[in-house]
């Protein structure tokens, strides 16, 4: 059996936050069979950007593994992840993040020419066509909507097709009609063998997923598959109740 598009092992990190040592992961055992849209979840400050930015390489965790393709992340210098970074992930934000001055097309070519690598118009404008977006090749970010720029930007992780997107919040900055073109483009590419890890405080948008995680204070504490998202609002609800009757009891000691 193929190893799984994302493993970690007893993932934990540790920052030193101004009142002393903040543990944002406590122990992360986590699987992400390939083509699978895991939706991460969770209380404000549980963990959810923290595990998502060491999955991805973007940041070294205290302990534990993180293995991306079968590849032990740990095992790479700087250079090494660096390489990862740009090859083996795709990444979309909450703010688009594309170049104002450059046409969609030239924003989707960028990670590409960052790398110093052939770029093959046919396949920016078959990714363009992928996400619906055929016809607005040479328009710049200002000349989008919304929905638009993130599928842009969709397209721009996709184009060194890589191993796992990593989404932060790709819905965060939409209305509800972009969100669900968004999350629909989300799901397709899923349903194409696309492996798609996204966070998400929004249980509309975690119900386009295969599976969400919920996390509180650093741990996974809870999964919900095949999600309605009247099921993880409810589990959510019940996490954030939680968490500020934590937070209460910790203020009053
Ligand atoms: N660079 C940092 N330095 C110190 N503490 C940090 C840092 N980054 C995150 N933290 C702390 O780690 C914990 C987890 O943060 P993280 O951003 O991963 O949570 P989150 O679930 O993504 O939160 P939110 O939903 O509010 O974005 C929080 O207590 C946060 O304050």
Request: aromatic share 4%.
């Amino acid at each position: 059996m193929s190893a799984p598009a994302v493993r970690t092992r007893d993932l934990r990190c540790r920052f030193a936050g101004e009142a002393g040592p903040v543990d944002a992961l406590r122990g992360i055992n986590l699987d992400v069979e390939r083509g699978s849209f895991v939706a991460i979840m969770g209380p404000s400050g549980s963990g959810k950007t923290t595990l998502l930015h060491c999955a991805a390489g973007l940041r070294v965790p205290t302990s534990g593994t993180v293995e991306l393709d079968g590849v032990n992340l740990s095992g790479l210098d700087e250079t090494r992840l660096a390489e990862l970074r740009r090859r083996r992930v795709g990444f979309v934000f909450q703010s688009f993040n594309l170049l104002p001055a450059l046409t969609a097309a030239e924003n989707i070519e960028l990670p590409l020419r960052l790398d110093s690598r052939q770029v093959d118009p046919r396949h920016t404008a078959a990714l363009l066509a992928r996400v619906g977006l055929g016809n607005r090749d040479r328009h710049r970010p200002d000349q989008l909507s919304g929905g638009q720029k993130q599928r842009v930007a969709v397209a721009r992780a996709l184009i060194t097709n890589p191993e796992v997107v990593f989404a932060d919040e790709p819905t965060g900055a939409l209305d509800i009609r972009s969100a669900r073109e968004v999350l629909t483009l989300v799901r397709q590419l899923a349903d194409q063998g696309q492996t798609i890890i996204m966070v998400t405080h929004d249980p509309v948008a975690a119900s386009f997923s295969d599976q969400v995680l919920f996390l509180a204070d650093g741990l996974i504490v809870d999964r919900l598959a095949r999600p309605s998202a009247p099921a993880v609002a409810s589990r959510m609800a019940t996490l954030v109740e939680s968490a500020e009757r934590a937070a209460n009891a910790a203020g009053v000691r």
